[in-house]
């Protein structure tokens, strides 16, 4: 079962990633819409990360 959900997560990911590539090169409203989604939830990633890294906020280096 795990391997199956993981699975379905890469497919995902996969998917997004071609539809940024594609809207980068001018696809249907729909790739660009997925594109946004995908780039955002990357941002949020990286946003989450960062907190759970530095959880006061403050920059040590």
Same mark, same amino acid.
């Given at each position: 079962?795990? *391997?199956?959900?993981?699975?379905?997560?890469?497919?995902?990911?996969?998917?997004?990633? *071609?539809?940024?590539?594609?809207?980068?090169?001018?696809?249907?409203?729909?790739?660009?819409?997925?594109?946004?989604?995908?780039?955002?939830?990357? /941002?949020?990633?990286?946003?989450?990360?960062? *907190? /759970?890294?530095?959880?006061?906020?403050?920059?040590?280096?």
């Amino acid at each position: 079962m795990l *391997v199956l959900a993981l699975s379905g997560i890469l497919i995902l990911v996969i998917g997004g990633c *071609v539809c940024v590539w594609w809207a980068a090169r001018g696809g249907p409203r729909w790739v660009r819409a997925v594109s946004t989604a995908t780039l955002a939830a990357g /941002e949020a990633a990286r946003l989450v990360s960062r *907190v /759970e890294r530095n959880p006061d906020g403050r920059d040590d280096g």
